[in-house]
């Protein structure tokens, strides 16, 4: 118990400085969120008087005349009242517009998070119990020459060649427009149906992780109790599954939760080249209209995303790794 609490508040700190870097980072961007506004709406025709920026200012809690640490003084209090402030580029609360595209980018990142370790943690099993064979060299070289692509070029690559020119797939959205959404087989059919392209470029993009399991499950071959198993006349299947394999997949939990945030970022590029609906979208319409509120918001629930993650992998491996329980008593 006491290992958990400190890990929890370990967390809560990493938060608070987040929440801090939160505030700051997109203030450090050129350009005004209320000028930005204000630029949009001359465009299109609309009066603007000293009365409107006054209640732009105080609809979106932003004001260029008013100190940063009363701005940031008054954005943690919204934050702890779970009010994250009005977007200026859609004109709805950000909770609304981050719920849209939240749906899907948790559909898409974590259908990646179940195939893709799944995938790789058993070619990683795999090839290290055929080390030194042409399997071996084959998914190996392979795993490392496909995740060093970059994702954009992954992207750009597969929308050209499987959604533009071959049509196997849709070339945008996540169902058909012309469906409503519900729980009909027609469109979850189209959903997934949607989703495949975009999972499989993430799904290569992440087969590095054959690697990291590789040589962990190596190591765990030259331990004691592995060469014990052996002697004892264990068959190789018991020895490779329930002996190395249950040792060798600890230090992954560590890599998933560690890789959270990368992961988000990555889909963020996948999204926008594929016109994916997701988080990618909406926070690159936002940088485009310098929406503060929503910037902030999505860097937010980033922020909780990848600090729970990690406790939670903490919490696992304390559950799962008996060493670290005795080394803590």
């Known amino acids: 118990m006491k290992y958990m609490l400190n890990r929890l508040s370990f967390y809560l700190l990493a938060f608070l400085v987040a929440v801090t870097i939160n505030f700051f980072l997109p203030r450090l961007m050129p350009g005004d969120p209320i000028q930005s506004f204000l630029g949009r709406l ?14 732009l200012e105080a609809l979106y809690g932003y004001s260029s005349t008013t100190p940063l640490w009363d701005q940031f003084i008054q954005y943690l209090s919204s934050i702890l009242a779970g009010e994250w402030g009005m977007s ?15 749906i899907w980018t948790l559909l898409l990142v974590g259908s990646y998070l179940i195939v893709s370790y799944l995938i790789t943690t058993l070619l990683g099993i795999y090839v290290a119990w055929k080390r030194g064979t042409w399997t071996d060299s084959i998914i190996t070289v392979g795993s490392v020459v496909i ?3 970059p994702s954009v070029v992954m992207a750009i690559a597969m929308y050209f060649i499987f959604a533009s020119n071959l049509e196997w797939f849709p070339t945008g959205y996540a169902y058909e427009p012309s469906l409503d959404p519900n729980l009909s087989f027609e469109f979850i059919g189209s959903v997934a149906y949607h989703l495949i ?7 290569a993009l992440g087969m590095n992780n ?3 399991m590789r040589s962990n499950m190596i190591n765990q071959l030259g331990e004691d109790f592995i060469v014990m198993g052996w002697a004892k006349g264990v068959k190789d299947k ?20 560690m890789s959270v945030g990368a992961i988000f970022g990555g889909s963020l590029i996948i999204e926008i080249i594929f016109n994916y609906p997701g988080l990618g979208q909406v926070m690159f319409q936002a940088m485009l ?16 995303m ?8 903490d919490c696992l491996l304390f559950i799962l790794d008996p060493r670290l329980r005795t080394q803590l008593d």
């Open 289 to 304: 209209a310098r929406d503060y509120p929503l910037i902030q918001g999505y860097l937010m629930i980033m922020t909780i």
């Open 197 to 203: 392209l975009p999972l499989l470029c993430m799904v």
């Open 238 to 257: 018991k020895v490779m599954l329930q002996y190395g394999a249950r040792n060798a997949i600890l230090p992954m939990i560590t890599s998933f939760a």
């Open 42 to 55: 001359a465009k299109n025709g609309g009066q603007i008087t000293p009365e409107t920026i006054a209640a």
């Open 88 to 102: 200026t580029r859609f004109f709805q609360p950000v909770f609304d517009v981050l719920g849209r595209g939240m």
């Open 147 to 149: 995740s060093s692509i």
């Open 210 to 212: 054959v690697m990291g």
């Open 306 to 313: 990848v600090l729970g993650a990690n406790f939670i992998a």
